[in-house]
């Protein structure tokens, strides 16, 4: 048996999208920049997709520019508009539990002059608006917050974030990393006076490698990728065709029927979490039930190591993750726990359980069951 | 240029009769390396010479780095075949030859001419002081010195006359297999490659035997073990890995042994393990990557209560090395920057924050009699359920 937990790392992607792949590539597989018939019907993949996801979002479709995936628009979006915008101030704020992709932008843009104003979260992983309405300044030029938080699940409050940066600097720019919420909690950037959001594919049961940036008509920024000038000079290389039109039929895929999906998971969610806290010695983090995000479940494991933890579910064929699995392979302490004050002892104990839209209770039992078998006999051999 | 290697051996020409053996193995060893590359070649031995012919395009880099991980080469000289067509078109060809390969540059030189087919119409001496006269009226920059030059050219009268004057050092040592059969223990540290490595040079076929203990490491560090020997057999030639699960053992040792003999415990079965694998592999020996005083269980005190548990000797090819040294041969030989990877490995997981450092065999026995009632099923069950992967 393999049970997939671990959807917020990746996802399978749908059948649908690598039948259609595989077309793209086999059959169609022109460069869209060619002045050619094949060229032209490569074109309408990439002209569908960007009509598709501009709906989807309510944007126009001339806002979509597509990228290598999420860490690419996160960099674009901070970078590309820091520089455009250094006239105006060189004054930039996130949260402390942003991805690295934006967090490690944010370091290299103060390593160039840069000031960035890092703020603070709850014990749920939520940011503090009072420290946003503080934060904001005449400098400050952008500001990045996410959606959903990729360790525990927590919801940002996008839409009044976005009013009290409208409130405070009209002209202050607010980037969102979606790439955790897209498809799962719907966000309409034009509603939200947001200015910018990266998507990526590869979570929503789309290709890796693939991934937009939404950028508002009247933004001012710059490309960080030079070339060929395609996608209007803004993100220059040939398009990925394939990855494109897999990327649109996913999203596409996701947001038919999202309302059933999303209950479904808060049910299953809901289930897990009253399981887990259940169990001996065990914690949930981050928000709870129908809070949050519907498809993320943090819980920290008292006197196991995660990783030990998640090599005996691998034994049983249930993969999960610890900590983020995208800031893979480093024996680093997770920002984000630490950011919401979770006990210094259990930051190495904590594992993420995410969902996908076909997760099934049944998987779930057998998960919880594994787990009630496993700790015991884990926790007879600690480190003395 | 260059279609040819003349291959330098030291050590092993001076092995009497058995001289051809270690000759044998070498051309194997060498047949082995260049196997790996899409060129082809032949591979002779004639009047006490290696010669690789290169006998279809090649790439000169490629098959140069391949000759140096082959121990037993100590210089690699590459060789310019030329058809014998008299002497005003040799005199013609090594002076291209010397301008080619030290145009431009300040060198002293003496040629050595030699005459395998005595028919030529010059003898050595005549052919030295004549292509010497060649060199020094077309090659600017090229001054004589016969007691030490920086290049000696040498010219082969054969039956194609052969020119070579470069030497690119070779790792030396004895031709792997021409020493017996090793059991490597190797782990997923820095030393153990290096260990291993070290023993090869010395002409010893390996074997290997890794701990695994699932799931408290990791698949990775499986992987990061098998990418490791996989460097090592760059140099030692294909072998065997031995992939133990360790952890019902670990457990046992942990739950019914004190805290801290737990390392050397645990080690004593390893070497017990690998030894019974050994045996029956046809290994004259174990090696580690032990060296003294590096961390409690490598003490003096504590290398004797490992060894103890051991008939077969066990080599230690870093006993008397600092870690930079080990360091440094682990850069050369690639191995450093994937035993650095974090990934936790068996011997790491239980260690007891004060491990003894000075055990008492007697008292470790004493205390190993607490596994009495299990372990001999827990060994017999790892050496019946280990994987064996072949590498290389």
């Not at chain 1, 595989?22 to 490569?42: C, E, F, R, T, W």
């Not at chain 2, 053996?21 to 060893?29: G, M, N, S």
């Amino acid at each position: 048996m393999e049970i997939y937990l671990d959807n917020s790392a990746t996802t399978m992607a749908f059948k649908e999208v690598t039948d259609l792949v595989s077309k793209v590539m086999y059959v169609d597989y022109g460069n869209p920049s060619s002045m050619h018939l094949k060229g032209v019907q490569a074109e309408k993949y990439v002209r569908d997709a960007k009509e598709t996801l501009a709906k989807l979002l309510k944007v126009q479709e001339k806002e979509i520019f597509f990228t290598s995936g999420g860490t690419e628009s996160d960099n674009w979006a901070l970078m590309g508009a820091a520089q455009a915008n250094s006239r105006a101030g060189r004054h930039l704020i996130t949260t402390k539990i942003e991805h690295p992709a934006i967090l490690q932008t944010m370091e290299y843009l103060e390593s160039i002059g840069y000031e960035v104003t890092y703020l603070p979260v709850d014990e749920n992983g939520v940011v503090r608006l009072d420290a946003l309405e503080d934060a904001v300044r005449k400098d400050t030029i952008l500001v990045s917050i996410m959606q959903v938080n990729n360790e525990v699940g927590a919801l940002q409050p996008i839409e009044e974030a976005g009013k009290i940066i409208e409130k405070k600097n009209p002209r202050t720019l607010f980037h969102v990393d979606a790439v955790q919420g897209f498809g799962k909690i719907k966000l309409y950037p034009k509603r939200c006076n947001v200015d910018m959001l990266s998507v990526s594919g590869h979570k929503i049961h789309g290709p890796k490698g693939t991934g937009f940036l939404y950028i508002d008509d009247k933004v001012k920024i710059k490309p960080i990728v030079f070339g060929g000038g395609q996608q209007k000079g803004m993100r220059s290389g040939t398009e990925n065709v394939p990855g494109i039109a897999g990327l649109s039929l996913a999203a596409k895929m996701m947001y038919d029927g999202m309302d059933e999906d999303v209950r479904r998971l808060f049910a299953l969610k809901t289930y897990f979490q009253k399981e887990l806290a259940k169990m001996d010695r065990v914690i949930v983090n981050g928000p709870l039930y129908g809070e949050g995000a519907p498809h993320i479940v943090s819980a920290s494991f008292t006197g196991v190591r995660s990783e030990v933890l998640l090599h005996a579910l691998e034994e049983k064929g249930i993969y999960v993750s610890a900590g983020s699995a995208c800031a893979s392979n480093k024996h680093t302490v997770s920002a984000t726990l630490s950011a919401m004050g979770i006990a210094q002892e259990l930051l190495d104990c904590t594992l993420r359980f995410s969902f996908s839209i076909f997760t099934t209770r049944e998987e779930l039992d057998y998960t919880l069951q594994c787990l009630g078998e496993i700790l015991p006999m884990l926790r007879r051999f600690v480190r003395r | 240029m260059f279609t040819a290697f003349l291959i330098k051996y030291a050590e092993i020409g001076v092995k009497g009769r058995n001289r051809y053996l270690f000759e044998d193995a070498l051309v194997e060893q060498i047949k082995f390396a260049l196997a790996k590359l899409d060129a082809k070649y032949a591979v002779r031995k004639t009047q006490g010479r290696i010669y690789v012919d290169a006998v279809s395009e090649f790439d000169f880099d490629e098959t140069v780095e391949a000759l140096k991980k082959v121990f037993g080469i100590s210089g690699i000289c590459p060789v310019v075949y030329v058809e014998d067509e008299g002497y005003e078109k040799l005199a013609q060809t090594i002076a291209e030859y010397v301008n080619r390969v030290y145009g431009g540059q300040q060198k002293t030189f003496k040629v050595c001419a030699r005459r395998a087919r005595k028919n030529y119409p010059m003898n050595s001496m005549e052919l030295n002081r004549e292509l010497g006269g060649v060199i020094l009226d077309n090659c600017p920059g090229m001054t004589v010195d016969v007691h030490d030059p920086d290049f000696e050219l040498n010219v082969e009268i054969r039956e194609k006359i052969y020119i070579y004057s470069e030497i690119i050092p070779g790792p030396g040592g004895m031709p792997v297999g021409t020493g017996g059969k090793a059991m490597l223990l190797l782990s997923g540290g820095i030393d153990s490659p290096v260990a291993g490595y070290m023993i090869s040079k010395r002409g010893v076929k390996l074997e290997a035997v890794y701990f695994h203990a699932p799931p408290y490491t990791s698949e990775r560090a499986k992987q990061k073990v098998v990418d490791l020997a996989k460097y090592v057999s760059a140099y030692a030639g294909p072998m065997k890995l031995h992939v133990i699960n360790f952890t019902d053992i670990q457990l046992a040792i942990y739950e019914k042994c004190p805290h801290d003999e737990l390392t050397i415990i645990m080690r004593r079965y390893m070497m017990r393990i690998a030894e019974t694998i050994a045996k029956e592999t046809g290994c004259l020996g174990l090696v580690t990557g032990e060296s003294i005083g590096q961390v409690a269980s490598q003490t003096m005190q504590s290398l004797a209560a490992t060894n103890e548990v051991c008939e077969l000797p066990v080599y230690r090819p870093l006993i008397a090395f600092d870690k930079q040294d080990i360091v440094d041969i682990s850069e050369k030989i690639n191995t450093y920057e994937t035993s650095i990877l974090p990934f936790e490995d068996c011997c790491t997981i239980f260690v007891a924050k004060h491990p003894v450092t000075k055990p008492n065999v007697n008292v470790i026995k004493g205390h190993e009699k607490n596994l009495e009632d299990v372990i001999d099923g827990l060994v017999q069950t790892a050496l019946e359920t280990r994987e064996i992967i072949e590498i290389g």
